[in-house]
């Protein structure tokens, strides 16, 4: 589903939190509960006692669950100390607790492997594969912009953009939006490419002829050639020496 932006933004910005620290991933955890106990209580609401009294993963900074949804735009606070989905986003209230479990599902499994294991650019790089890999293109984008935004300019900064373009792309063919993914994704190939054979670790090789069939697939989409487009076909983001996916 795609989520408006007032909602979508946030949202996104819990498992960009998440991966990029993943001490730092109560947020992300305590909306996730709270979205596991909402779709099951009446008028969504949950008691900020019943968050507290969930244990927490070893691995995650000890954080009180009701003030880690404090500032949060996604909750409102009602009556009776309780917490319900904003009222604007209510109505996509099964449709989050879905997202956010795939959020979970990915902040998870990197924290487990023990989160990034390289330092610099290298390591913005692993946190956004985590998220690529997963499926969870905008959230890639989300992650990287800022990284990109902080390079000077150039052959990193050109890369790296091309990289943030290729996950857009994705994320518009996730949608339906064909024409647009195609063209940001040609954008982001053509940018890319300096980075052959490998970029700060990461595999390019692969990585590149991938996604170029992907745009082959989304043009014969897009010109009815083909009925689906080909998810199990996008390539992974791997790194040089690991073995296995980020």
Known sequence: MRFPKAL???????????????????????????????????????????LDALPQPPWMAPSVAGEALKESPLVAPVRGGRLVLAPAFARYLPAVAQQVEAYWAAAQAFAEQGGARRAGLAGALECGAALYNAGLYFETHELLEPVWM????????????????????????????????????????????????TFHGLEMEDLMRGLAAC????????????????????????????????
Not at 225 to 240: G, L
Request: hydrophobic share 40%; net charge neutral.
């Open 215 to 246: 745009r082959e697939a989304a043009r014969a989409v897009a010109a009815g050639e083909r009925d689906a487009f080909p998810w199990e076909a996008v390539p992974a983001m791997r790194f040089a020496g690991d073995g296995a996916e980020a």
């Open 8 to 50: 979508r933004d946030p949202l996104a910005h819990l498992v960009v939190a998440a991966v990029s620290d993943p001490t730092h991933a109560a947020p992300l955890w305590t909306f996730r509960n709270f979205c596991r106990l909402a779709l099951h209580s009446e008028g969504g609401s949950v008691p900020d006692r019943a």
């Open 150 to 197: 902080e390079q000077p300019k150039g052959p990193d900064r050109t890369v790296l953009q091309g990289i943030i373009q290729a996950a857009v792309g994705l994320y518009h063919f996730q949608h339906g939006n064909w024409r647009g993914g195609i063209r940001v994704l040609g954008y982001g190939l053509s940018k890319a490419e300096a980075g052959r054979p």
